[in-house]
T-cell receptor, first 111, second 117 residues
């Protein structure tokens, strides 16, 4: 599976949009971009995933560049409860494979 | 959405004893479940892949005789830490994917905090 690069940490003001970048320049054509987050002392929570089109659900939006070498997770109106470590993971979908976690981005939402 | 339930959420045991952790998929079936371990301030590391009806496969460096995995049904996998020692203290997390769901993501339990005294 392709490797991803994320900033170690980011801050965001409460109520503002949080934009979390991820680089995955070695992504293969059949690999998806997955985003998870882990709030302290909890298991990872699935947020969203996509292949090449932008995706939106009730939690977030995922913007994938046309060359698919990078993506951005957008939390439109961050709240204090969105403070967590956010993981960007690239993996094939539809398989029985596991996910490989990197260090992620520690997002701190501040009042 | 798919729910993975893990029990217990935290356990304290004495060195030398064994601890069993359960992982259940509540509203879907999973032929494969994954067990991860997370030490403080580190990311999740895959320990083993649990396969329903067959033997688990373990990652390099994970002792299969110490971390016993049983996947007896399509909704239940168990991890038993045998003869636990303080260095086994960690956060153990299971995950599963809906086998019957196309393009379904991996879902995680809420983890089990194991403390060995």
């Amino acid at each position: 599976d392709a490797k991803t690069t994320q900033p170690t940490s980011m801050d965001c003001a409460e109520g503002r949009a949080a934009n979390l970048p991820c680089n995955h320049s070695t992504i293969s054509g059949n690999e998806y971009v997955y985003w998870y987050r882990q709030i302290h002392s909890q298991g990872p929570q699935y947020i969203i995933h996509g292949l090449k089109n932008n995706e939106t659900n009730e939690m977030a939006s995922l913007i994938i560049t046309e060359d698919r070498k990078s993506s951005t997770l957008i939390l439109p109106h961050a709240t204090l409860r969105d403070t967590a470590v956010y993981y960007c993971i690239v993996a094939r979908s539809g398989s029985q494979g596991n996910l490989i976690f990197g260090k992620g981005t520690k997002l701190s939402v501040k009042p | 959405g798919a729910v993975v339930s893990q029990h217990p959420s935290r356990v304290i045991c004495k060195s030398g004893t064994s601890v069993k952790i359960e992982c259940r998929s509540l509203d879907f079936q999973a032929t494969t479940m994954f067990w991860y371990r997370q030490f403080p301030k580190q990311s999740l590391m895959l320990m083993a892949t649990s396969n329903e009806g067959s033997k688990a496969t373990y990652e390099q460096g994970v002792e299969k005789d110490k971390f016993l995995i049983n996947h007896a049904s399509l909704t239940l996998s168990t991890l038993t830490v045998t003869s636990a020692h303080p260095e086994d203290s960690s956060f153990y997390i299971c995950s599963a994917r809906d086998t019957g769901g196309y393009n379904s993501p991996l879902h995680f339990g809420n983890g089990t905090r194991l403390t060995v005294t």
